[in-house]
């Protein structure tokens, strides 16, 4: 499977908006996101055949970005330099619901162990169904609500709700 | 850890990666629909979408140039980024948004007309920027291969909107959005610029623009067919309303 130029350009215009609003919010960066940006896409020019049977390129970059995002937010040279943008971008977070609850998240996500900091961005940043992110992570919902009410007594808080019926 | 961290969306409401899905057309018509009937009784959910699909507009002027680029590092092409932007018509004007409206003139440059005026029902107009200047165009206007055109829009209701354009050579183009389908328009009360600029090319000619305001957020390929093949009859399809502009495009 090769990806011609004509058949990459549309896959980015379609897709690559996605991957950078959620990759700048992850990072607090826009030259952080505009890195992911280019490593997914190069990677998807380069294997395409990595998401060849894939039912849904847009889950597939969900969770392509959130592991890429959650690496750079691992990564101990970035650590100063991403804490350091968090910190101006606090000026204005009261100015918007949004953006401090991206703030906290961030925080909360260089705290947690892989498997939490995935659902915490998906059930927070994305909020997705329970359903969504047991599909994403390749799991049962039960377990999506079990990592749930661990972050929250990581957290100190009560769990939002228990999981949802089907 | 911080205990304020909380979710604003429900389990019965439309994540963002539903909504993602929905704008690459990865969901059936009926999962759209009902998304549509969600959003339309959820005000949480409309907000969200209308940011959503206002980042992906506003992203959307530079996918062209960066895809280009990546392709061209990937393959470890010799050609310009720029070499296949869709049929050299529509070059995305990587311009900083909203920039050169919030600086344009109300009349045009060395024009007497007193009152720019919107044809149609949903105010569809454009401005167009020539160098350094920006003014205000309209029906008949005049306009020269490389002007940037940047349409605005007042919608009455809530509706998906596409621009299309059929130029000197028959030639149709979709002019917005840059994704697969009509993106939606919320009415504020006041006229609206779409995120993005298109840079005219080099046929000259009556170039006519059709502004489709619709109900549901049609796919643009087949409109974009539709046009190339009726030409001149084009009608709006079922659920949408057709406003036009005729412009003209004369070497300099």
């Not at chain 1, 769990?159 to 019926?165: G, S």
């Amino acid at each position: 499977m090769t990806l011609d130029r004509q058949r990459f350009e549309e896959l980015y215009r379609v897709h690559a908006p996605s991957v950078r609003r959620r990759a700048v919010e992850l990072l607090g960066s826009e030259a952080e996101a505009a890195e992911v940006v280019q490593d997914l896409f190069l990677s998807m020019l380069e294997r395409p055949q990595q998401f060849a049977n894939k039912s849904s390129l847009t889950t597939f970059l969900y969770s392509a970005t959130t592991h890429a995002c959650l690496n750079r937010l691992r990564n101990q040279r970035n650590r100063a330099r991403l804490l350091a943008l968090h910190g101006a971008a606090a000026h204005d977070r009261h100015a918007n619901p949004r953006a401090e609850r991206v703030l906290q998240l961030r925080a909360l996500l260089r705290e947690l162990p892989d498997e939490l900091a995935a659902v915490a961005v998906y059930h927070y940043l994305d909020e997705m169904t329970y359903d969504e992110i047991a599909a994403l992570l390749g799991c049962s919902r039960r377990h999506v609500g079990t990592l749930l009410s661990r972050l929250a007594q990581l957290r100190g808080a009560q769990p939002e709700e228990a999981c949802p019926a089907s | 850890m911080s205990s304020e961290l909380k979710r604003t969306r429900g389990q019965t409401c439309v994540s963002d990666l539903r909504f993602d899905r929905m704008f690459a057309g990865e969901l059936g018509e009926d999962e759209a629909r009902a998304i549509d009937a969600h959003v339309a009784d959820c005000a949480l959910c409309r907000a969200r979408r209308q940011e959503l699909e206002l980042a992906r507009a506003g992203d959307e002027h530079r996918s062209a140039t960066e895809a280009n680029a990546l392709h061209a590092r990937a393959t470890r092409s010799q050609r310009s980024p720029f070499a296949r932007t869709a049929s050299g018509v529509l070059a995305v004007a990587a311009l900083a948004a909203g920039v050169w409206l919030a600086l344009a003139p109300a009349r045009g440059p060395g024009e007497s007309r007193e009152e720019l005026r919107f044809k149609g029902g949903h105010g569809f107009g454009f401005y167009v920027q020539r160098g350094a200047a920006v003014y205000r165009g309209g029906p008949g206007e005049q306009l020269l291969p490389g002007d940037h055109l940047r349409f605005v829009a007042r919608p009455r209701e809530r509706r998906y909107l596409a621009v299309l354009s059929l130029d000197g050579a028959q030639r149709a183009t979709v002019y917005y959005p840059a994704g697969p389908r009509a993106v939606a328009l919320v009415p504020s009360g006041a006229e609206q610029a779409l995120p993005a600029s298109v840079r005219l090319d080099d046929v000259l000619g009556p170039e006519r623009l059709y502004a489709l305001f619709c109900a549901q957020p049609l796919a643009l390929e087949p409109l974009r067919t539709a046009l190339a093949q009726q030409r001149t009859t084009f009608s709006a399809p079922t659920g949408c309303e057709l406003e036009q502009l005729l412009v003209h495009k004369a070497a300099p």
